[in-house]
């Protein structure tokens, strides 16, 4: 029972052990299967589909399933919400080339590696526009989601995966990988049964400390002190940066370094990591996500101001009114509101929005006050930035960002990158 996701379905899992996927490449080659060499951003949903982060989808969707999920935010079955549409592309010209066909049976490679069989069930084109309007709710290229939609080559192809060859994650991320059985192994062990996913692609300040607390206060109502707790799942998004966003390493390590110093009492509180390109699609993306921790065991989800919105695209708050329309029972997990916390010169402390009489005077924590302070280096009140966690802003900075915290050109071509697929024997 515990291993049931999204959509009341049993987590996916499809991956070969090693002796019998060693077998398969060798036959597949041997019958001189079609090959191809896939980029990240595939490589990257490969893997989230074969461990089931993605469940109850079990391949690339076909065009069936990507015109429901824009038309009706489900899966073609009509019931299954989901979001966002998780596509293989191909240009014509490469598509030609290999010969690739319905019903074939193609040796994915990443890095020139085996790494996957892609079973071919679906061969298609969509109309990128209504795609990017549905999705994005706007068809504007600046719209990083709606970049991505753009760029994407114009054949797409549905079908099952299988994964022949696990990714070697590479520090500082490998503990923080957790698939979807592996965390919930990890719940047990802790012994949490209500467990509160926060999403997150930043360092944490201590507005972000604060919708933590609030949620998990909110969440348990009251405490009674013997009784066993739940915990704070922090789940960053590791994936596409952009540059300016923060660099990959700081935010894992600064997350963990609330729990690491005390912030949150360490039984209750875990870092991890999931690989995702972020789509900033607001209220479509606040879906998927909580899709995506319905897979990883969480039973409830944390939804901000502008959760994964971008620019002025959606309303701050397009991204909690959503789960009001969708189906009773359709989501497998409860979702929690926050407004804003900010830090208030009157109340001398950081406030909450539903609580301080002081609007007029409050501090945000924007974005524009947050980057100047850590590009200033100089260590702000502890009210702002735990010590500890800008103390680690620095030395990630030094350590993976080539000296910046955020990312640069020069980060995202020296990288070291999240994970690898090595050769297969
Ligand atoms: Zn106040």
Request: net charge neutral; aromatic share 12%.
């Given at each position: 029972?515990?291993?049931?996701g999204?959509?009341g ?33 595939i490589?990257?949903?490969v893997i ?9 989808l ?5 065009k ?10 489900t899966?073609?079955?009509g ?33 020139s ?12 084109t ?30 797409f192809?549905?079908g ?5 060859n ?8 490998t ?6 059985k592996?965390?919930?192994?990890r ?14 692609r ?12 609030g ?8 405490m009674?002190v ?8 922090v ?12 660099i990959?390493?700081?935010i ?12 949150f ?15 900033y ?33 959606y ?50 924590f924007?974005g ?12 702000p ?10 103390d ?30 090595e050769?297969l024997?």
């Amino acid at each position: 029972m515990e291993n049931i996701g999204h959509g009341g379905k049993e987590i996916v899992e499809r991956i070969l052990p090693k002796d019998a996927a060693i077998k398969r490449v060798n036959e597949m080659r041997a019958a001189k299967a079609k090959e191809l060499d896939v980029r990240l951003q595939i490589a990257t949903e490969v893997i989230d589909i074969a461990y089931g982060f993605f469940s109850p989808l079990e391949g690339f969707m076909t065009k069936a399933d990507v015109d429901a999920v824009c038309d009706n935010m489900t899966l073609a079955d009509g019931k299954t919400v989901w979001a966002i549409p998780i596509v293989f592309d191909m240009s014509d010209e490469d598509l030609k080339k290999s010969g690739i066909k319905q019903n074939d049976e193609v040796l994915l490679t990443y890095t020139s590696n085996p790494f996957a069989v892609f079973e071919v069930s679906d061969i298609f084109t969509l109309d990128k526009q209504d795609m990017a309007q549905k999705v994005y709710g706007t068809t504007d290229e600046k719209h990083p989601g709606v970049k991505r939609t753009y760029q994407y080559q114009d054949k797409f192809i549905g079908g099952k995966i299988t994964l022949l060859n696990p990714p070697k994650i590479n520090e500082p991320f490998t503990r923080f990988w957790l698939t979807p059985k592996q965390m919930r192994e990890r719940f047990k062990e802790k012994g949490w049964e209500m467990i509160i996913n926060h999403q997150t692609r930043n360092v944490p300040h201590t507005g972000h400390e604060w919708l933590m607390k609030g949620a998990y206060l909110g969440a348990y109502g009251s405490m009674m002190v013997d009784k066993p707790r739940g915990g704070i799942l922090v789940n960053a998004i590791i994936g596409s940066k952009r540059e300016g966003d923060y660099i990959d390493e700081a935010i894992i390590l600064c997350q963990e370094a609330q729990g690491k110093h005390g912030y949150f009492r360490d039984d209750i509180f875990l870092t991890t990591c999931s690989l995702w390109d972020m789509r900033y699609a607001g209220p479509r993306e606040a879906v998927f996500h909580a899709c995506l921790r319905t897979n990883l065991g969480c039973t409830h989800h944390m939804f901000g101001r502008d959760h994964a919105g971008v620019g002025s695209y959606y309303d701050p708050y397009d991204a909690h009114r959503i789960f009001d329309k969708l189906p009773k029972g359709s989501l497998n997990i409860t979702p929690i509101f926050n407004l804003d916390w900010w830090f208030c010169p009157v109340c001398d402390e950081v406030t909450y929005m539903g609580v301080c009489g002081h609007k007029d005077k409050k501090a945000s924590f924007s974005g524009t006050m947050i980057r100047s302070i850590i590009q200033d280096g100089v260590k702000p009140p502890r009210r702002i930035f735990r010590p500890e966690v800008f103390d680690m802003i620095m030395e990630c900075a030094e350590k993976y960002g080539f000296g910046d915290a955020f990312v640069t050109e020069d980060y995202l071509k020296r990288r070291n990158p999240v994970f690898t697929i090595e050769p297969l024997k």
